[in-house]
């Protein structure tokens, strides 16, 4: 049975983790043929995350890098497939876990990567609950979104989205620089280049459980800085 690892990126998280984690359809995922790795990377939280995810038997990576939410992914990714070779038809889906997305949509996820080798979920395609993304973010998306899709000339509607399909071959070949909320850009760009078969698709966006630790003035600039770096090739 192949092996989808998904993966959730935390940072004090305590209100939504729990949630995200009882809704995975394991049942689901194992119907088609592939036995579920939940893995939480710990962004060093001072709340009760670690501990919930603990409760729940799920891996527990607790990040070891400065904090950031690009350092933390990618120190789980060498975790997971450094230090053997994925097998063929291996996954993984990476989602926030601040319970915004919807775990039900996974399945959509593993059937597209039948076919494509990278997917990502689009939000601005998809329902919006009401007031669950802020006018600020909504229009610095767009625009974000935009630039990367004339710099790159492969359109994406979410470049900040965070859900995301690979095949595992796939993310462990990707060479990433982020360390913050930079880390789709990262992802976008890097995907595009390796020429990678990619689909986006649309998804739901729900208001999240807990404070956001993004800051637009400051992670704005970043994810800009990191498209332009990537087109550039400067890492």
């Known amino acids: 049975?192949?092996?989808?690892?998904?993966?959730?990126?935390?940072?004090?998280?305590?209100?939504?983790?729990?949630?995200?984690?009882?809704?995975?359809?394991?049942?689901?995922?194992?119907?088609?043929?592939?036995?579920?790795?939940?893995?939480?990377?710990?962004?060093?939280?001072?709340?009760?995350?670690?501990?919930?995810?603990?409760?729940?038997?799920?891996?527990?990576?607790?990040?070891?890098?400065?904090?950031?939410?690009?350092?933390?992914?990618?120190?789980?990714?060498?975790?997971?497939?450094?230090?053997?070779?994925?097998?063929?038809?291996?996954?993984?889906?990476?989602?926030?876990?601040?319970?915004?997305?919807?775990?039900?949509?996974?399945?959509?996820?593993?059937?597209?990567?039948?076919?494509?080798?990278?997917?990502?979920?689009?939000?601005?395609?998809?329902?919006?609950?009401?007031?669950?993304?802020?006018?600020t973010n909504f229009l610095g998306n767009r625009i974000l979104s935009l630039l990367a899709s004339i710099f790159f000339l492969r359109r994406t509607t979410d470049l900040c989205t965070g859900f995301w399909g690979f095949r595992a071959d796939s993310i462990s070949n990707l060479s990433l620089s982020a360390d913050g909320f930079n880390l789709e850009a990262d992802l976008f760009g890097s995907v595009v280049k390796s020429k990678f078969r990619t689909k986006e698709v649309s998804i739901d966006y729900s208001h999240r459980e807990g404070q956001s630790n993004l800051k637009w003035y400051i992670d704005g600039p970043r994810i800009m800085l990191m498209i332009l770096r990537n087109r550039l090739k400067i890492r």
Do not use: H
Request: charged content about 30%; overall charge negative.
């Open 1 to 135: 049975m192949a092996e989808i690892v998904i993966l959730l990126p935390a940072r004090d998280e305590e209100a939504g983790i729990g949630e995200v984690i009882d809704r995975i359809p394991i049942k689901s995922i194992a119907e088609m043929g592939f036995r579920p790795r939940i893995v939480v990377v710990d962004g060093n939280s001072t709340d009760s995350t670690c501990e919930i995810a603990l409760e729940r038997g799920v891996e527990l990576i607790r990040q070891k890098s400065s904090m950031g939410k690009g350092n933390g992914v990618r120190e789980a990714l060498d975790e997971i497939y450094g230090q053997s070779s994925s097998e063929a038809g291996d996954l993984l889906v990476m989602m926030d876990a601040d319970a915004t997305y919807f775990p039900e949509e996974i399945p959509r996820f593993i059937k597209e990567l039948q076919t494509f080798d990278v997917v990502w979920g689009s939000r601005l395609r998809g329902k919006i609950e009401k007031n669950a993304m802020s006018r």
